[in-house]
């Protein structure tokens, strides 16, 4: 997926947290790039369309951000507060 650079100031701005985050299982890091970013960041702004409907992509099927999304709940919820 290719970010232009709009999105990732946007981002970094709305949720500065995201920018040095790294997550960790069983000592090995888990890949939190650009693209995985975009997870917690939609789900802290709630994000809709204009149409009211949800936007929603989706990870490779390797990967383990699925498992995460508690995690990024909790986080959207403490950068709300």
Do not use: G
């Amino acid at each position: 997926m290719k970010f232009n650079k709009k999105i990732l100031i946007k981002l970094e701005k709305d949720f500065p947290e995201l920018k040095d985050l790294k997550i960790f299982e069983e000592n090995r890091a888990i890949k939190f790039d650009k693209r995985e970013k975009l997870t917690p960041y939609l789900i802290f702004k709630n994000t809709l369309d204009l149409n009211k409907r949800f936007i929603t992509f989706y990870h490779p099927d390797d990967s383990n951000h699925y498992k995460l999304i508690p995690f990024y709940v909790v986080l959207a919820i403490y950068k709300k507060v």
